[in-house]
Every structure is written in structure tokens, then in C-alpha cells.
């Protein structure tokens, strides 16, 4: 079982940033893809960005292309969603997961592994 364990939300105004970490423990970190998911109220869970075991690789949803950015440090086993220019759209809790496969999952159904949520609030 891998155990994740987000942190960094909180309130923003529009703008501003937020970073994002998503500590995993109880497996080989360097064997999962990661990824972070969001749910706003009233609204679907959706894909937000996703990063590839040794990070060479990284998938964005395209509203956040050019404004956040995943990355990982596998001697961490840290994950990390820098968010720049929020917006009150961005507002929803991140959610971050993993799976251990060699692709680079983007949706809900192919992640084994999800953490409990940190709430993101913009406020405009």
C-alpha cells in the first residue's frame, strides 16, 4: 500500500500562487506515476496534471497548461503542483495520486492510490 499525504493549500487571491506537495510512503516511489486531480462543489472530479516515473515526462489538462507545473523528486518521495496565475475557477480540493505502471495515467479509474485532498481557495 502507498500512502499519500498531501499539503500546501489554503486561500489566494486571484494571481497569486500556491504550491503544492504530495509526500508518499510504504513503496518504491520511483515505480509510480503521479499525478493531481480536482473536485470543485457541484462539479466533476477532473484530471490536472500527471508526471511520469523519472519525470522526464508531464501531461497538463489545457487550462492549466502554462500556469502550473508537476514535478517530482524521487529522493524525496515528494510530488510537487506549482500553481501560478489562480484564478477562482482553480478553487477545488487537489487531490494527489499514484499508480505503479509504466504509462502516465490521466484519468480517475486508472489510479490505485489517491490522498485525502487539500483545499485550494481563490478568491477573486
Known amino acids: 500500500q502507498a500512502h499519500l499525504v498531501e499539503s500546501g493549500g489554503g486561500l489566494v487571491q486571484a494571481g497569486g500562487s500556491l504550491r503544492l506537495s504530495c509526500a508518499v510512503s510504504?513503496?518504491?516511489?520511483?515505480?509510480?506515476?503521479m499525478g493531481w486531480f480536482r473536485q470543485a462543489p457541484g462539479k466533476e472530479r477532473e484530471f490536472v496534471a500527471a508526471i511520469s516515473r523519472n519525470g522526464d515526462d508531464t501531461y497538463y489538462q489545457d487550462s492549466v497548461k502554462g500556469r502550473f507545473t508537476i514535478s517530482r523528486d524521487n529522493a524525496k518521495n515528494t510530488v510537487y503542483l506549482e500553481m501560478n496565475s489562480l484564478k477562482p475557477e482553480d478553487t477545488a480540493v487537489y487531490s494527489c495520486?499514484?499508480?505503479?505502471?509504466?504509462?502516465?495515467?490521466?484519468?480517475?479509474?486508472?489510479?490505485?492510490?489517491w490522498g485525502q485532498g487539500t483545499q485550494v481557495t481563490v478568491s477573486s
Open positions: 495520486v499514484a499508480e505503479h505502471t509504466v504509462m502516465i495515467p490521466t484519468t480517475a479509474p486508472e489510479y490505485t492510490y
Open positions: 510504504g513503496r518504491t516511489f520511483s515505480w509510480y506515476a
